[in-house]
C-alpha cells in the first residue's frame, strides 16, 4: 500500500511516497530560503505562489524516482494544518483534486503530527509510548505519545516557540535568514564562559517553555557589547535554550515514567542539543531518538507516514479541500473533522 504524501505548510514544498512494506521510497524537497531572504522572513503570498509552481515537477520528480505508476497509488495525504492559509490550500487543493482524478482517498493529515512521527521513518524507530520534543518552527511543546493520534501535551511555549527566538536573535546579531542555522554555526565559534543567560522558567515547576524573555535578554546584551562579542552572545544564547530543554526533557521523562524520548522539528537539528538529550537520556539508561537531519525540516515523507497510518487504520480525514491554519494536536484523538 503505497501513499503520496504533499506538504505545504510554510516555505517548503515536500512531497513523498511512502509504502507499509517498504518503507520510504523517494522523497523530494524544495526550499524557498532564497525567495524570502531578502525580506528577512517568510512572505506568505510568495510562499503560496511558489508551491503552485513547484508541486506538479515534484510529483513527477517522486514518481520517476521510484517507478510507481498513479494507478500504484492507495491514496495522497497533504497537509491541512496548522501552517500559512494560503499555502496550506495550495496543497489541499492540489492533493484532492489529484485524489479525486485517480479515485483514490484524500487524507487530511496535522503537520505537527507528521513530525511526531517522523522519527518512525529511521530503520530503527522508537516503540509507543514515548515522550516527544517537538521544536518546529512557531511550535515547541512537550507531548506524551501512547499511539497514533493520542497525544498529551505536557507543556508548550507560552509567547516564541524555539525557533522564533533563534530566528530574532539572529536578526539582532546580523545574521541572514533563516537565522537558527546561522546562529548556531556562528556558536561554534563563541566562548561559552564569557556571557550567562537565563534558563527561562526552570526555576518553578512546569513542563511549559517561554523564550520571549531570553530573546529580550539577548537584545539587552547586544546593545551593550562590541561587534566583537557576537559569537560568545550567539553561544550563551543557544546554551541557554539547550539547557532549558533538557531541563524540561528530564523532568517530563520523570513525571510520565517513560524512558524513551523523541525530539523532532526544525530546532531538533541542532547538533548541541542533539549532544545535549543523548547524554541525558544514557545518563537515565533510556534511548532518544531523531529523525535524520534532512527530515528535521517540513517535508513530504512525514505527511506521507502519517498518511499511511491514517489510512491504516481507517481514518481519512476530509475528503473536501480546506485548510485549518490553527488546529490543536489533541483532536486527533477522534477522526479528523471535515
Known sequence: MIVLGIESSCDETGVALYCGERGLLAHQLHSQVALHAEYGGVVPEIASRDHVRRLVPLVTA????????????????HTRGPGLVGALLVGSAFSTSLALAWNIPSIAVHHLEGHLLAPMLEPAPPAFPFVALLVSGGHTMLVA????????????????????????????????YPGGPAL??????????????????????????????????????????????????????????????????????EQTGMERLIVSGGVGAN????????????????????????????????????????????????????ARARWPIEELTAPMAP
Do not use: H, W
Open 271 to 322: 547538533r548541541r542539543l542533539r549532544a545535549a538529550l543523548t547524554q541525558l537520556c544514557e545518563s537515565r539508561s533510556g534511548q532518544v531518538f531523531y529523525p535524520r537531519i534532512e527530515l528535521c525540516t517540513d517535508n513530504g515523507a512525514m505527511i506521507a507516514f502519517a498518511g499511511y497510518q491514517r489510512l491504516r487504520d481507517g481514518i481519512l480525514g476530509a475528503t473536501s479541500f480546506g
Open 184 to 253: 548556531a554555526r556562528l556558536a561554534q565559534q563563541g566562548d561559552p564562559r564569557r556571557f550567562r543567560f537565563p534558563r527561562p522558567m526552570t526555576d518553578r515547576p512546569g513542563l511549559d517553555f517561554s523564550f520571549s524573555g531570553l530573546k529580550t535578554f539577548a537584545m539587552n546584551v547586544v546593545k551593550a557589547e562590541p561587534e566583537s562579542a557576537r559569537a560568545d552572545i550567539a553561544r550563551a544564547f543557544e546554551d541557554a535554550v539547550v539547557d532549558t530543554m533538557v531541563i524540561k526533557c528530564r523532568r517530563a521523562l
Open 145 to 176: 505519545v501512547t499511539g497514533v493520534g493520542e497525544y498529551q501535551i505536557l507543556g508548550q511555549s507560552l509567547d516564541d516557540a524555539a525557533g522564533e527566538a533563534f530566528d530574532k536573535t539572529a536578526k539582532l546579531l546580523g545574521l541572514g
Open 62 to 77: 517522486v514518481l520517476e524516482q521510484a517507478q510507481v505508476a498513479p494507478a500504484d497509488i492507495a491514496a495522497v495525504a
